[in-house]
Nanobody, 123 residues
Framework: VQLQASGGGLAQAGGSLTLSCSAS????????IGWFRQAPGKKREGTSC????????YYLEAVRGRFTISRDSAKGTVYLQMDSLKPEDTAVYFC?????????????????WGQGTQVTVSS
């Protein structure tokens, strides 16, 4: 299993970024995918997830209405559209997967993790 997050960078508050998670080595339709983040000195937290059927979408309250998760099975990619960015969104963002249908953001449930991509939002 290989997961690779990309698309991070520097944005101004109020701006937008789109993260991508490319995945290979598993049957795409069998896995739920989540986006997580970890800011310096803080615990890793889930921001959003989408299940293997493309439903069961769930968002962290702090990002609901600003972030949008989607998946393109044909491309084997999951996206995180981040709008109205805030300085508190600054973190390393990771994608992770677990086998089966799931809707939750607890880190312990996810089995495979990709390397993160840094998102920095300036005020």
């Amino acid at each position: 299993v290989q997961l690779q997050a990309s698309g991070g960078g520097l944005a101004q508050a109020g701006g937008s970024l789109t993260l991508s998670c490319s995945a290979s080595g598993f049957t795409w339709e069998d896995y739920t995918i989540g986006w997580f983040r970890q800011a310096p000195g803080k615990k890793r937290e889930g921001t959003s997830c989408i299940n293997n059927h493309g439903g069961g979408i769930y968002y962290l309250e702090a990002v609901r209405g600003r972030f949008t998760i989607s998946r393109d099975s044909a491309k084997g990619t999951v996206y995180l559209q981040m709008d109205s960015l805030k300085p508190e969104d600054t973190a390393v963002y990771f994608c992770a997967i677990l086998e089966g249908t799931y809707s939750g953001l607890d880190t312990v449930s996810y089995d495979y993790w990709g390397q993160g991509t840094q998102v920095t939002v300036s005020s």
